[in-house]
Structure formats: structure tokens, C-alpha cells
């Protein structure tokens, strides 16, 4: 399976059969200009622009929004309740983690995340291979608490999201803080916006943080 970064949030998954799923599509706003994909699927971690901009994807996907098990095309979906901050919902809402499973790879989209980690979140994910999580803060968790989820979690690779890239115009930080805190060996940087994931490939070793690049 592959894993394309449409920026923001937003990922675009591909299973080998062709089965696809977009992530929270963002509106214009946020500085970036979204590519435009049609897919199977689209998830939608919570009901902001910056995550649930419908039109930014082409066709007649099905639209995910709520907790529960699905299955679209061979794919399984699942997904929880968690919050937007850490009052329990009270700033920001409710905030939906998905996790898919494709080609046998299990991928984890933490979506907008604001909570620490805690044992029920760690209980609810279970195994993870690939984790999309957000490190921008503001809004979000911060780069630390970001790694922190990655220490407890243990995927074999996280990709992170929801930071300030050199268009996006939100009060967000830089990726920089968050990598600062892997060791060099750790660190991959792609050249481009696309990543294969094959699940005989991982090492069990080290979690591998993976830098996408946007190539628009």
C-alpha cells in the first residue's frame, strides 16, 4: 500500500487493489492548495474546514463521521471518540481517531488530536505500523506530547502532520522541534509526497520517523 501526503492533514491511502481513502480534505484557507483525487472513501476526523472540506474530493465517495467498524472495498475501517483539547471537549469538540487496515498494514490517522495520551486511547488503537499524528500544537498536541504518543504506541513508522509548512497560514509550529527529538538514524526524508509500505519490510526495530515533501 502506498501513502501519498496531500497536505495539512490529509493523506491520500491506496491498497494495492486500488481501493483508495482520502483523510480530512482541507478547505483553501489554510495556505495550501489541496490536489483533487476522487477515492472510494473519506474520513473525517471532526467538523472544521481545515478537515472536512468535502469539495476538495472528487466523485460520489462514502463519508465517514462517525465511531464504529466499516468496510469499504476490502478495506477495514475503525474508528474512536477522542478530544479536539485536554478539557475533556470543552474548547475545541470531539476529535475521531481512524485506523485502516490495507494490504495488511495497519495505518493510524490521529486526526486533531488534543489530548495527552492515556491507557484507553492506547488500548483502543491496539498494533499500529504507520502513524499519522499531529505535532503543531496550538491546536493539537505539541511536538512532545506528539512523541510521547509515538514512545507508548511503538509504530514501526510515523509521519507527521498538522504543521507549518512554507504556505500554510495557520499559527501552528514548525516541524523542526519535532524532529529534534528522534536520533539521526531514526530520521528518513522522501524526496516527494509518496511512500510504499510493504508489512514484510518492517524491521520491529526503532520506531522510523518519515519526512514527506509536498511537490506542489
Known amino acids: 500500500m502506498n501513502i501519498q501526503w496531500l497536505g495539512h492533514s490529509s493523506f491520500k491511502l ?24 476522487s477515492c472510494d472513501c473519506v474520513t473525517l476526523s471532526h467538523s472544521h474546514k481545515d478537515h472536512n472540506y468535502i469539495e476538495g474530493v472528487l466523485g460520489s465517495p462514502r463519508v465517514l463521521t462517525e465511531s464504529g467498524a466499516f468496510e469499504i ?22 476529535n475521531l481517531i481512524f485506523k485502516f487496515r490495507m494490504d495488511g498494514v495497519d495505518v493510524c490517522h490521529m486526526g486533531d488530536i488534543g489530548e495527552e495520551c492515556s491507557t484507553d486511547i492506547l488500548e483502543n488503537l491496539g498494533s499500529v505500523n504507520v502513524l499519522l499524528i499531529p505535532i503543531g500544537g496550538n491546536y493539537t498536541i505539541d511536538a512532545v506530547q506528539a512523541k510521547e504518543y509515538v ?66
Open 14 to 37: 491506496t491498497e494495492s487493489t486500488g481501493t483508495t481513502i482520502i483523510t480530512d480534505p482541507y478547505h483553501p484557507y489554510v495556505g495550501e492548495e489541496m490536489q483533487k483525487f
Open 73 to 94: 472495498k476490502g478495506v477495514h475501517i475503525s474508528s474512536f471518540k477522542t478530544f479536539h483539547d485536554a478539557s475533556s471537549g470543552s474548547e475545541r469538540g470531539s
Open 151 to 216: 514512545d507508548r504506541v511503538m509504530p514501526d513508522i510515523v509521519i507527521p502532520m498538522h504543521y507549518k509548512t512554507k504556505k500554510c497560514e495557520l499559527d501552528i509550529d514548525k516541524i523542526d522541534e519535532f524532529v529534534k527529538l528522534f536520533e539521526d538514524d531514526e530520521i528518513i526524508e522522501v524526496d516527494g509526497d509518496t511512500i510504499e509500505f510493504d508489512r514484510t519490510k518492517f524491521d520491529d526495530e526503532k520506531t522510523k520517523l518519515v519526512i514527506l515533501k509536498l511537490n506542489h
